[in-house]
């Protein structure tokens, strides 16, 4: 379970050091906001799309194994089951984390 958080966190440190490097790639503040609000969107987007791709694939093995399909074994459903339920949970982490982080920034004076 602790390999499969390791390798989540480091993909999202990855798409962070892609984010930023584009960021910084622009030429223009101008053009800078626009870009990185939508790269962040995206970015968040495709973490969701991942986790729900995750959690399609677990529930697929799961119906199959259930179904007596014997080219899925139990450990594959546990191993999808788990990925699924690691990456949800990193989900709710930066979810909790971003939500925090806007409390914070929305009660600082003005």
Same mark, same amino acid.
């Given at each position: 379970?602790?390999?499969?958080?390791?390798?989540l966190?480091?993909?999202?440190?990855?798409?962070?050091?892609e984010?930023?490097?584009?960021?910084v790639?622009?030429?223009?503040?101008?053009?800078?906001?626009?870009?990185?609000?939508?790269?962040?969107?995206d970015?968040?987007?495709d973490?969701?799309? !991942?986790?729900?791709?995750?959690? *399609?694939?677990?529930? %697929?093995?799961?119906?199959? $194994?259930? =179904?007596?399909?014997?080219?899925?074994?139990?450990?594959?459903?546990?191993i999808?089951?788990?990925?699924?339920?690691?990456?949800?949970?990193? !989900?709710v982490?930066?979810?909790? *984390?971003?939500?925090? %982080?806007?409390?914070?920034? $929305?009660? =600082?004076?003005?």
């Amino acid at each position: 379970m602790n390999i499969h958080a390791t390798s989540l966190f480091q993909e999202m440190q990855s798409m962070a050091t892609e984010a930023s490097r584009n960021r910084v790639e622009s030429t223009t503040i101008k053009t800078a906001a626009p870009s990185s609000t939508n790269q962040f969107g995206d970015l968040l987007a495709d973490a969701i799309n !991942t986790v729900n791709g995750l959690q *399609k694939e677990a529930k %697929s093995k799961v119906t199959a $194994m259930e =179904m007596g399909d014997r080219s899925v074994s139990l450990a594959e459903v546990m191993i999808a089951s788990q990925k699924a339920s690691v990456a949800f949970e990193a !989900t709710v982490q930066v979810r909790n *984390k971003l939500v925090e %982080s806007y409390k914070e920034i $929305m009660s =600082m004076p003005v």
